[in-house]
């Protein structure tokens, strides 16, 4: 699919804001069509999801992006509502409500902060010491948030919430995808089990189980996720609505661990080389937040040996500056960039370095 999607007539530019804007129109949808170009050849070096059996069946070579921009119209481009499901990108929807629901204290209480530095599957960091999940990112971390989410509501409250976060009345449970994550998911036993040992986890381990399961297997769109991306953006208020989703702390929260977790062990190369907060699910999308400027959804289930999408991450990093998304990206340190090289070098010629 090589549909562009442009809404609305006259729009010259997505304005973010008066510092931060993206290329006019045209340009910006240049940009990210060479970017998709680029994006798609690394599709080969990847793989689905084979260890869940119904995901890998899905087709590597689909990529899709949606940009929404607080100001000004969505650019949607390739197999942008194809469907697909959340897998560990609906951590981020736990972290909210659990946040909302239960506070920082009890969220806190049962996970950390820090990034793992393990596989998002992995449970080192549990069996070798006493301490708690790293972050409610990993698996870990998703089952720990279950367990204080599951007295409190049930998986259809869930599921009408992300269905109002995304802006999409669609998202559904995929039964076929459930019932095959369900029947090889003993590594996620395994890991609630461990945490039941813990006291971590205080509540029923299958009911848990299948509580997660079913979040992971809520499909979505490149186009649903960046609805979701744009209320993180905008300090947790719908911009379209109006209606505010969380508080601005809770938003400031689930952006700085998507940053410093939200692509297991490979969160801190990807904030360097992207400088976007984004969660990864091995469904293959990709939610992205490009604070005060843009909600980001992508899809691309090829996927790279962390479980990110190799082609969507590939996709993401090509448009980040010239886009001027990067959370980093300043235009006035831009700017001095040709001077302080000239500084370097000027200190590299008096032999002082």
């Given at each position: ?147 204080l989410l599951l007295p409190e509501l049930s998986f259809q ?197």
């Amino acid at each position: 699919m090589t549909d562009i999607k442009n809404n609305g007539p006259g729009e010259e530019q997505l304005v973010i804001d008066k510092q931060y804007k993206l290329q006019e129109r045209s340009k910006a949808i240049e940009i990210i069509k060479k970017a998709m170009g680029l994006a798609r050849e690394e599709i080969p070096n990847g793989k689905v999801a084979t260890y869940i059996p119904e995901l890998g069946k899905v087709d590597p070579h689909q990529l899709g992006i949606v940009i929404k921009p607080l100001k000004g119209e969505k650019i949607c481009m390739g197999d942008y509502d194809v469907r697909f499901t959340m897998q560990s990108v609906c951590k981020v929807i736990m972290l909210i409500v659990s946040l909302e629901l239960c506070g920082r204290k009890a969220v806190f209480g049962k996970v950390g902060m820090e990034p793992s530095g393990e596989a998002f599957d992995s449970l080192v960091e549990l069996d070798v010491s006493n301490s708690k999940p790293y972050n409610p990112l990993i698996n870990s971390g998703g089952l720990a948030l279950c367990g204080l989410l599951l007295p409190e509501l049930s998986f259809q409250d869930i599921l009408r919430f992300t269905r109002n976060i995304c802006s999409d009345p669609e998202i559904e449970l995929n039964e076929a995808v459930y019932e095959s994550e369900m029947k090889t998911c003993s590594r996620n036993r395994s890991i609630a089990y461990l945490l039941q040992s813990k006291g971590i986890l205080n509540k029923d381990v299958e009911d848990t189980l299948r509580f997660y399961t079913k979040m992971c297997s809520m499909t979505a769109t490149a186009d649903s996720l960046s609805n979701l991306g744009a209320i993180l953006a905008n300090d947790g208020v719908c911009g379209d609505s109006g209606k505010r989703f969380m508080s601005s702390r809770t938003a400031r929260i689930a952006k700085t661990l998507m940053l410093t977790c939200g692509m297991y062990d490979g969160s801190g190369s990807f904030a360097i080389k992207v400088g976007i907060p984004t969660k990864s699910g091995v469904g293959g999308g990709l939610l992205s937040v490009s604070d005060k400027r843009a909600g980001l959804g992508v899809f691309g289930p090829a996927l790279d040996s962390q479980g990110n999408s190799i082609a969507g991450c590939k996709l993401l990093r090509e448009i980040s500056n010239d886009l001027r998304l990067n959370l980093f990206y300043d235009p006035e340190w831009n700017r001095e960039t040709e001077e302080e090289n000239e500084l370097i070098k000027g200190i590299r010629e008096s032999h002082i370095i």
